[in-house]
């Protein structure tokens, strides 16, 4: 009787540890970091990992490796996407959202390249404002059209935390 119990008592601490496993693999992966490029721009560089069963990256909120939420509260004037190793599907599509989900970049991050590093700056109303495109909170990140499992990349989204009047 006492062996069963074990037994009984084993399965069912194997089978708690087992139920916070993910059910098919890694989870993916968004982590942010803040540094200063010099005394007027920043650049907030997102390290990021597609899962390890389907390939996604799923729209979170951009914060730093403990967990905090990264706030821009600035003017972006430039993103350039570096694709790593495993590198992403072709054509794979970058999403950068304000907090009230307005696309920073105005559709110019998407049909990225799975080998060459590229840049582009934030696009409104088939315009590419002068001084970049004021961004007041968190911003969300997200990938979409990849399929590549554990696929890697980093996005850094260079910005003035002040307006330079010209």
């Known amino acids: ?4 119990k074990l037994l009984f008592c084993v399965a069912v601490v194997v089978g708690v540890l087992l139920a916070g496993l993910p059910a098919f693999g890694a ?10 490029i010099n005394h ?3 650049c907030l560089t997102i390290d990021w990992t597609a899962d390890s069963a389907a390939g996604a990256v799923t729209e979170t909120t951009v914060a730093d490796a403990s967990g905090n939420t990264i706030t821009v509260e600035g003017w972006v004037f430039m993103a350039v996407s570096n694709p790593g190793t495993p590198s992403p599907t072709d054509n794979y599509d ?3 959202d304000d907090a009230d989900g307005c696309d920073v970049f105005g559709a110019e991050l998407e049909d990225r390249d799975q080998v060459t ?6 696009k409104m109303d088939n315009a590419y404002p ?7 909170s968190y911003i969300t990140f997200d ?3 990849n399929s590549v499992n554990s696929a890697t990349g ?3 989204l260079y910005f003035y935390r002040y307006r330079h009047m010209r």
């Open 94 to 96: 970058i999403y950068v």
């Open 1 to 4: 009787m006492c062996k069963r």
């Open 130 to 136: 002068a001084d970049g495109r004021f961004v007041p």
């Open 143 to 145: 990938i979409e059209n």
């Open 117 to 122: 590093t590229e840049h582009t700056c934030p």
């Open 40 to 42: 007027d721009v920043m």
């Open 27 to 36: 989870a993916d992966s968004v982590v942010g970091a803040v540094t200063a």
């Open 154 to 156: 980093v996005l850094k």
